[in-house]
Nanobody
Framework: QLQLVESGGGLVQPGGSLRLSCAVSGFTLDYYTIAWFRQAPGKEREGVSCISKSDGSAYYADSVKGRFTISRDNAKNTVYLQMNNLKPEDTASYYC?????????????????WGQGTQVTVSS
């Protein structure tokens, strides 16, 4: 059974850093493109970053470019999201999602498998 489990969220001050992890089981990460999404209260879930299964190419929403870095370790079946210079507007629940194949996307509808999310709060 395909499963994704996020971890690493927490409370951090503005300007701080967090690293989120997405541990996958029930499937081989090599065959999947993985993305991170986030959802703040009262807002739509939005795509943050995506990493291709093929060459590890990474894509980012404009709001996080230069601050967030996505990476994957297929041997550990884990995808990471390093978040630096965090801002209060980054506060949200963060979710990882998987889709079979090489096509990268930041559209929620393109992903069929989701984790339960981890909360990130940026506040002084």
């Amino acid at each position: 059974q395909l499963q994704l489990v996020e971890s690493g969220g927490g409370l951090v001050q503005p300007g701080g850093s967090l690293r989120l992890s997405c541990a996958v089981s029930g499937f081989t990460l090599d065959y999947y493109t993985i993305a991170w999404f986030r959802q703040a209260p009262g807002k739509e879930r939005e795509g943050v970053s995506c990493i291709s299964k093929s060459d590890g190419s990474a894509y980012y929403a404009d709001s996080v470019k230069g601050r967030f870095t996505i990476s994957r370790d297929n041997a550990k079946n884990t995808v990471y999201l390093q978040m630096n210079n965090l801002k209060p507007e980054d506060t949200a629940s963060y979710y990882c999602a998987a889709r079979l194949g090489v096509v990268v996307s930041l559209h929620r509808a393109d992903f069929g498998s989701w984790g339960q999310g981890t909360q990130v709060t940026v506040s002084s």
